[in-house]
C-alpha cells in the first residue's frame, strides 16, 4: 500500500486536488504517520465549482489551505463509522455534517467510493468540494 497522497496519485482522478494540496505545502503532513481521513474531491467535483475559482485558489495559499483541511479529519474513520456519526471536526477545525439517511453524504457532497485504504488513513471519495463556513 502507499501513503495518501500516493493513492490519490496513482488513482488518476484527483490531479486536481494533489496540485492544490502541492501547492498549499501538505503534501508532507499528508506523507505522514496520521492516521487520516481525507474526504477527497474528484477532478469532476473541482469541475463544478464556478469558473476561475480553482485558479483563484492556487493564488489564495492561506484560503486553499483552510478549504483543504476541511476535508481532512484526525484518525481512521471508515465508512461504517463514518455512518454512525452526526458530525465530525475537520483538521480545519469547524465541523462537517455527516448524512447516512440515503447514502452517506458530507454536508451536500455524496460519498461515491468509500474506504479507499492507504498506509496511513482512508480516503473517502466525494462528487462535491466542500467549502467551510
Known amino acids: 500500500m502507499s501513503n495518501i497522497i500516493d ?3 496513482n488513482n488518476g482522478s484527483f490531479k486536481t486536488l494533489v496540485a492544490a494540496i502541492e501547492a498549499a505545502g501538505l503534501v508532507d503532513t499528508l506523507k505522514g504517520p496520521g ?4 474526504f477527497a474531491p474528484t477532478d469532476a467535483a473541482f469541475d463544478k465549482l ?3 475559482t480553482v485558479d483563484a485558489l492556487l493564488k489564495d495559499i492561506p484560503k ?6 476541511y476535508h481532512v479529519v484526525s484518525g481512521k474513520v471508515l465508512a461504517a ?3 454512525k456519526l452526526k458530525t465530525a471536526k475537520t483538521v480545519e ?3 462537517v455534517k455527516i448524512d447516512a439517511s440515503n447514502g452517506v453524504k458530507i454536508n451536500d457532497a455524496k460519498v461515491a467510493t468509500a ?3 492507504a498506509d496511513n488513513g ?4 466525494i462528487d462535491t468540494v466542500l467549502i467551510p463556513a
Request: charge should be negative.
Open 35 to 38: 492516521p487520516f481521513t481525507v
Open 122 to 125: 482512508v480516503i473517502h471519495v
Open 115 to 117: 474506504d479507499v485504504a
Open 81 to 83: 463509522d463514518v455512518a
Open 7 to 9: 493513492t490519490a496519485v
Open 50 to 52: 464556478p469558473a476561475g
Open 64 to 69: 486553499l489551505k483552510k478549504i483543504l483541511t
Open 93 to 95: 477545525g469547524s465541523d
